[in-house]
């Protein structure tokens, strides 16, 4: 059996690290620490009826998620970027130059979801370090997939040896799960290393 | 006794349940899902002085918190609709057509607030289902008392079978918990089926 | 051994204290509430690269964070003001007259800083209650240390009896924890009774 002390301990432990930004690991991709979306090459942004600002019965105006709501932590429902198609791409400037080691992508819960379904969800994707922002193809730093199954937030690992350092970072999306008009990405993490 | 790995289970079933908006239902009331307060008949919004912004001691402006507040989650002290007495109306359209279960009132905790009373938060409400913005008398969908001392967030579910499906819901507040000038509500939800 | 009950009881309480803005001690000071900053005297807010907005490649504007940050709740890395050196001023107005009793300093957890050095957090800070706002010197508070090795929010208790009511108070930075260049106060609470 455990002792009340113990419990006390694990209790405490899972609420600091839930209060370290869930993960406990530093976002290099985090818009208030000073990162920023450059470069949504051909995406477009799909005009989700998010936000629609109405007084008195009269609309003013549909708000639709920029492609920076990837960087910022708030991800209530309809907090995402949603691009038409299952196919998308973002550029980000990390907040410093780093040697990535892993990189994270968040989705809501299922029991948040109508229907508790994440079709909208993003399935493969890829990611690349690039070294100037107009380079066409950037080093693939790994290809991944986001399971449908898993946790809300889940966190992916470079492989390889010997990474070099970038300020630049590509995600390309390259399916969903199933939606047929629009993936939502809700935040997209970088982590690694500080250059010295 | 309950064992080391029991003990964290349960750690992690209650923190996953509290990331998924406290009580892990989908609320279709939420503006950033697309919902929106569409009228608030003649409820006289409260001017608090939330949020004075001076600067270097003159002071810029007063804002007081519009009706959209109850369909936003932050509920921090403060972030809510306050209406001058006790009687309030708020005609919510939802992100989407459903058959309603169940309604949430929010309210801050006792322990934030100033002598810990909570003699601004709702008591006596109503919910109505209608079917048209400009409807006066909506279909009775319930009749609740959101409780002094109970839990800060409140669900309350609708009787009745065969509920229609509904677009658009209306908030009456009836009473508070005794504020002599107004009253505020930090948010409310509405759950239910989409249609399919 | 602990029952089952008592951990799902141990595991609830914790929760409800972490959603009482964690520490379940009004806030004075909190800017949703009412209160302000009136003055940051001749404190030089830091440009840090926070939030640069740019598209496409081209910067629009670099945001800093005004000393307001420190009177609300998003304390995500960044979202803090920072201010040039190590000795920085900020008068509050609060949301209402109070006997302070203590107050509350929070910072980012190591975890979620570069390098897991926190160096540009407050060291050495001096607490003053204000008559009003062009008072040269105000009456001493107290006088603390916030721990780079403790919790991410810590609360220092006021001594003393018989401690007047204020509307001001006064937070002066003496120094930081080895940041050449700034340093960045996330969030500063106020905590007191309120008057009769
Ligand atoms: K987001
Ligand atoms: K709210
Ligand atoms: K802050």
Redesign the interface.
Known sequence: ????E???E???R???R?????I?????A?????A?V??TRCSETYE??????????VPLWYQSQSP?AILQ?DS????CWAFRGSQGYAVV?L??RIRPTAVTLDHI?R?????STISSAPKDFIVYGLDE?TQKEGVLLGNFTYKQDGD?IQTFHLKGENIPTYELVELRIQSNWGHPEYTCVYRFRVHGE?EM
């Open positions: 059996g455990v002792s009340r113990e419990v006390y694990i209790v405490n899972a609420l600091q839930y209060s370290e930004d869930r406990g690991m530093v976002d290099y985090l818009e208030s620490s000073g920023s450059l470069n989700t009826k998010t936000a629609l600002l109405s007084l008195f019965g920076r932590p209530n429902p309809g907090n400037r907040s410093s819960p029991s948040l979801s109508p229907k922002e809300p500080a």
